[in-house]
Structures are given as C-alpha cells and as structure tokens.
C-alpha cells in the first residue's frame, strides 16, 4: 500500500521543527524517498534557513507561525504566486562557520565536518515531477514557508526597534543589515548581527563576480584588524555567516586577493 503523501502544512511542522516523534522520524523517511514530498521538504527547509539565519535572538511564543497565518488568514493551500530562494555559501577558514537551521551538513572547518545535533537531516534535492498538480503544491508550500519566515522577520523587527531584547540595547541588533558597498559607493551587500547555536554571528550578504576570492577583515578602533574567513564565490552571490568578534569591530572590509579592498560597511 501506498503512503499518503503529507500535506503542507504537515510538511511546514517538519520543518520548523514541531512535528514530534514518531511521526518526525516516519516523515523524514518518507520525504528522503518521494520525489513528490522531497523537493517540496527541501525547498521549505532552504528557505527558512536563507530568511531566519540572522534573526535576532528572541523567541516567539508556542505556535507563533500559525497564529499570524491565522490573522492573515492565509490558510494552505494558498493561491499565491512561486517564492524563490537563494542558496549559501559556506565559508571554509579562519574558524568560520554557516548555520543552517533545518539540519544540512555544517561546513568544514579545518578539515572537520559537524552538523547540528539537534536538528533534523537534510533530504537531497530530488527529482522535480512534471505533473501540473504536484508543481502547484509546491508553489503554495513554498509560498507558505516565505509568509511564515516573512511574518517571523517582521515580529522580531518589532522587538528590535522596541528595544526589549534582554539585556541588550537595540542599537546591538540589526535586523535589516548594514549596506556593504565599493569604494565608488555601488551597493554589493550586507552585513548584519544575528544569533547561531554557537552564540552571535555576522551574517554577510554579497553579490560579485564568481569565482572571486574575498577574505573577511573586521577593523578594530586601535587600527588592529583580524580576519575572519575567506570565501570563493561559487556563484555571483553568497550568504556568508562569521562569528562576532569578542571585542567590537568598527568595520568591516573584503579583500580581494591582490591586497586591495573590494568593499566594506560600517559595524
């Protein structure tokens, strides 16, 4: 007998994490295997992890996600159009790491392979069907992902800007990023502060010319600097993720193989 096959909404639970075991456990069986599930999986699970990497650290309440669904009245299956996604570049020196939040293999880090202990395994990209049917499933499941990660963003953009985060001013989180930018003023990025399982991070959005190599340089006030990764654009744009220094940087500056600096953006 055949699987059913889950809906979208069952397959957002999976990958936002709340689906319990062992229904988890079944799911991620199932979805590793269908080429139908599989690609709709793999694409909520990028998508989330693109949107969320930098938020700031705040968590909202139990079964947030569905209740601004719910106010939106936005109830699967949605008629609205196709939501894309841009992949991660992982960075691989320095001590550099990504973050990815639905369970995709970390990056090497000196020749060391980890992943997240407590998140969920990643399912291959699959084959993509050709049938009208699954495609429109996939669009809306994507789409419900994006509105999700998108009301998410905007709930903690609100906490940002109340200042309410523990401990620490608003001014120490960006939610929006910082624009990284050449020295003739062109826009090639950002750079903004969230929170990974290690503790706080720099996420640094760019796009350039692939196959350009950039190294990560965090300029202190005293004129010291440390640099922090270096990276090759596998395409023309990159999600990179660093961790913050331990003492506050003044800026930040990619530098291109010949010394000079390509870009930079204030911290």
Known sequence: MTEPHPDADVLLDLALGDLPEPDRGRLMRHVRTCERCGP?????AAGLDHVLVAAPRAEPSPGFDRAVLAAMGMAAPLAVPAVGHDGVAAPTAHGATAH???????PTVHGASAAPPHRRGSVGPGRHTTTSAPRDRRRRAVALTAAVAAAVGAFLGAIVTAGVLGDEPASEVSAVGTAVTTADGTRVGTV?????EEGQVLVVEV?????AVYACRLVHADGTSEVVGEWTLAEDAATWVVPAPAVAADRLELVGQSGGVWA????
């Open 264 to 267: 930079s953006a204030p911290l």
């Open 192 to 196: 903004s502060t969230g929170y990974a």
């Open 207 to 211: 796009a350039g010319r692939a196959g």
């Open 100 to 106: 990815t939040a639905h369970g995709a293999t970390a």
């Open 40 to 44: 709709e999986y793999a694409d909520m």
